[in-house]
Nanobody, 121 residues
Framework: QVQLVESGGGLVQAGGSLRLNCTASGRTSTYYNMGWCRQAPGKERVFVAARAWSGNTYYADSVKGRFTISRTNAKNTVYLQMNSLKPEETAVYYC???????????????WGKGTLVTVSP
């Protein structure tokens, strides 16, 4: 089993920045593909960003150029730097270990409990 614990969420004004952190513990592996999904109120959970064990990074089109995902293998931690945040990005952000693809509906092996990001107008 792998446990994922997120931190770094909070309230920020539109245009501001936040950095989310996710630390993995348990049966971790540097070969895991890790990333983030988010779920806005009343909407489905969707892909945000991921960093494969190979170092390749993937982003949803809506966050390209504003969000950056990084990872520290020694600390089993993945980070999501979010800049120029928009009110519509208010959501619970979940850390995830992906397997096979980067679908937030059927390719996640492990989930964190989520951290709330609120972007005020």
């Amino acid at each position: 089993q792998v446990q994922l614990v997120e931190s770094g969420g909070g309230l920020v004004q539109a245009g501001g920045s936040l950095r989310l952190n996710c630390t993995a513990s348990g049966r971790t592996s540097t070969y895991y593909n890790m990333g983030w999904c988010r779920q806005a109120p009343g909407k489905e959970r969707v892909f945000v960003a991921a960093r494969a064990w190979s170092g390749n990074t993937y982003y949803a089109d809506s966050v390209k150029g504003r969000f950056t995902i990084s990872r520290t293998n020694a600390k089993n931690t993945v980070y999501l730097q979010m800049n120029s945040l928009k009110p519509e990005e208010t959501a619970v952000y979940y850390c995830a270990v992906f397997s096979g693809s980067y679908s937030c509906t059927d390719a996640v092996t492990y989930w964190g409990k989520g951290t709330l990001v609120t972007v005020s107008p």
